[in-house]
Protein backbone atom coordinates (compact mmCIF):
# COMPACT_ATOMS: atom_id res chain seq x y z
CA UNK A 1 0.00 0.00 0.00
CA UNK A 2 3.04 2.50 0.46
CA UNK A 3 3.95 2.20 -2.95
CA UNK A 4 1.11 3.03 -4.20
CA UNK A 5 0.09 5.81 -2.24
CA UNK A 6 -2.71 8.34 -1.34
CA UNK A 7 -4.92 6.99 -4.74
CA UNK A 8 -4.99 3.08 -3.15
CA UNK A 9 -5.67 4.29 0.34
CA UNK A 10 -8.56 6.74 -0.86
CA UNK A 11 -9.57 4.04 -2.95
CA UNK A 12 -9.56 1.39 -0.21
CA UNK A 13 -11.61 3.91 1.98
CA UNK A 14 -14.21 4.14 -0.85
CA UNK A 15 -14.58 0.85 -0.89
CA UNK A 16 -14.78 0.77 2.80
CA UNK A 17 -17.80 2.83 2.76
CA UNK A 18 -19.77 1.77 0.36
CA UNK A 19 -19.51 -1.39 2.10
CA UNK A 20 -20.53 0.50 5.44
CA UNK A 21 -23.31 1.57 3.77
CA UNK A 22 -24.56 -1.82 2.20
CA UNK A 23 -24.67 -3.49 5.61
CA UNK A 24 -26.07 -0.42 7.41
CA UNK A 25 -28.99 -0.89 4.50
CA UNK A 26 -29.24 -4.84 5.26
CA UNK A 27 -29.43 -4.04 8.91
CA UNK A 28 -32.35 -1.85 7.77
CA UNK A 29 -33.46 -3.84 6.13
CA UNK A 30 -33.56 -6.82 8.67
CA UNK A 31 -34.93 -4.85 11.50
CA UNK A 32 -37.41 -3.47 9.88
CA UNK A 33 -36.94 -0.04 9.37
CA UNK A 34 -39.43 1.65 7.09
CA UNK A 35 -36.65 3.98 5.58
CA UNK A 36 -34.48 1.24 4.64
CA UNK A 37 -34.82 1.14 0.83
CA UNK A 38 -34.50 4.80 0.95
CA UNK A 39 -30.50 3.96 1.56
CA UNK A 40 -30.95 0.17 0.37
CA UNK A 41 -31.39 1.85 -3.38
CA UNK A 42 -28.07 3.82 -3.29
CA UNK A 43 -26.15 1.15 -1.80
CA UNK A 44 -26.95 -1.22 -4.26
CA UNK A 45 -25.81 1.45 -6.85
CA UNK A 46 -22.71 2.38 -5.38
CA UNK A 47 -21.76 -1.08 -4.64
CA UNK A 48 -22.37 -1.76 -8.59
CA UNK A 49 -20.40 1.27 -9.43
CA UNK A 50 -17.41 0.43 -7.23
CA UNK A 51 -17.11 -3.37 -8.42
CA UNK A 52 -16.90 -1.52 -12.09
CA UNK A 53 -14.67 0.90 -11.20
CA UNK A 54 -12.29 -1.92 -9.55
CA UNK A 55 -12.30 -3.81 -12.69
CA UNK A 56 -11.12 -1.05 -14.53
CA UNK A 57 -9.22 2.24 -12.95
CA UNK A 58 -8.13 0.73 -10.06
CA UNK A 59 -4.29 1.22 -8.08
CA UNK A 60 -5.08 -1.67 -5.85
CA UNK A 61 -3.88 -4.95 -6.63
CA UNK A 62 -6.23 -6.73 -8.67
CA UNK A 63 -6.11 -10.69 -10.60
CA UNK A 64 -8.51 -10.34 -12.91
CA UNK A 65 -8.34 -12.73 -15.73
CA UNK A 66 -7.67 -11.24 -19.43
CA UNK A 67 -11.22 -11.33 -21.06
CA UNK A 68 -13.66 -11.49 -17.77
CA UNK A 69 -13.84 -7.87 -17.49
CA UNK A 70 -16.94 -7.61 -19.84
CA UNK A 71 -19.31 -10.77 -18.29
CA UNK A 72 -17.93 -9.47 -14.98
CA UNK A 73 -19.59 -5.86 -15.69
CA UNK A 74 -22.77 -7.70 -17.16
CA UNK A 75 -22.92 -9.75 -13.60
CA UNK A 76 -22.22 -6.60 -11.45
CA UNK A 77 -25.26 -4.68 -13.28
CA UNK A 78 -27.08 -7.59 -13.33
CA UNK A 79 -27.03 -8.41 -9.65
CA UNK A 80 -27.66 -4.98 -8.65
CA UNK A 81 -31.13 -5.01 -10.73
CA UNK A 82 -32.06 -8.21 -8.94
CA UNK A 83 -31.59 -6.97 -5.53
CA UNK A 84 -33.28 -3.32 -6.72
CA UNK A 85 -36.07 -5.46 -8.26
CA UNK A 86 -36.23 -7.63 -5.12
CA UNK A 87 -36.28 -4.07 -2.73
CA UNK A 88 -39.86 -2.93 -5.19
CA UNK A 89 -41.16 -6.35 -4.86
CA UNK A 90 -40.97 -6.45 -0.89
CA UNK A 91 -42.25 -2.67 -0.68
CA UNK A 92 -45.11 -3.11 -2.92
CA UNK A 93 -45.94 -6.47 -1.68
CA UNK A 94 -45.89 -4.66 2.20
CA UNK A 95 -47.92 -2.19 0.76
CA UNK A 96 -50.76 -4.63 -0.08
CA UNK A 97 -50.72 -6.63 3.03
CA UNK A 98 -51.35 -3.11 4.91
CA UNK A 99 -53.98 -2.41 2.71
CA UNK A 100 -52.52 1.29 1.63
Same mark, same amino acid.
Given at each position: *???????????? #????? %?? *? %????? @?? *????? =?????? +???? @??? #?????? !??? +??? $? =?????? #?? &? $? /? @?? +? =? %?????????? !??? +????? =?? /????? &??
Amino acid at each position: *MGMRGAPAWIEL #AAHGA %VA *M %VCGVA @GW *MIRIG =TPAASS +LAVP @GIL #ARAAIS !IQS +LFW $T =TLPSEV #AP &G $T /R @GP +L =T %VLACANAAVW !IAV +LWWSR =TA /REHRS &GA
